[in-house]
């Protein structure tokens, strides 16, 4: 039996969002540049979008270039850029007949034009898909995302449109990037190193972590089913203590 019919079909996680670590130790494993593991690494977004799909998984946040990337060396940034135009251009397609929505987190308007441009073409022409949201964390930090939401509930409260004590986390949640989509409950990051980097800090407070040895450009489908598979064998409490957790699992049953 392979790890996908082993999984329960109740229980695949709505967000699955992945640290897609390991690009240029694979590129130089190979005796290659690292820009050859950011191009290997788009066949790996492909098959994890299909193997979203497959399962019904409803979100899927990749994170694909942070805040702090843009302080690496020039070139590997332009070749990071130029490779997102490339791919958008490349995907658009097939991400419509699979029926994939694209959306964006991060600090959008420090992006090249040209990359800016792709990127809202495809978000509208995919406006319409609904079976997977496929989210792309690019020039993104959680730290940018919450100054950033702190700045506009800031802005609400100066314009007496709010008061400071009727703040509560909802209100908070409501103003970051990711407003209108559910916290992930599995978090997966390849690579083996075993750290967030600044990554939906907030969203996470409950998300499994979930961290494997495989370099990005190795990672295909049967990975994320992997990771799915523990996530199910994991128990989520949430505070609460295992026995309770089986007397409500007892009462839905
Ligand atoms: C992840 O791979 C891709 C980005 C951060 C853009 P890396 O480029 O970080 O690869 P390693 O971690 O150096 O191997
Ligand atoms: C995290 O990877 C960012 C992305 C995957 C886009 P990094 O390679 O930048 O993270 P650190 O520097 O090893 O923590
Ligand atoms: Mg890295």
Redesign the pocket.
Known sequence: MSIKEKLISDNIPKHVAII???????ARQRGND?TF??EH?VESVRSAVEGARELGIKYLTLY???TE?WNRPKEEVNA?MALLVHAITEETDKLNENNVRLRVIGDVESLPGEVQKKLNGSIDRLADNEDLTLILALSYSSRWEMTDAMKKVAAKVEQGALKADEITEETFQAHLNTASYPDPELMIRT?GEQRISNFLLWQIAYAELYFTPT??PDFRKENLFDAIYEFQQRERRFGKTSEQINEENAQKA
């Open positions: 897609m670590d390991g690009n240029g130790r694979w690292r593991g950011h690494g694909a270039f942070s990337n990071l690579s370099l990005w």
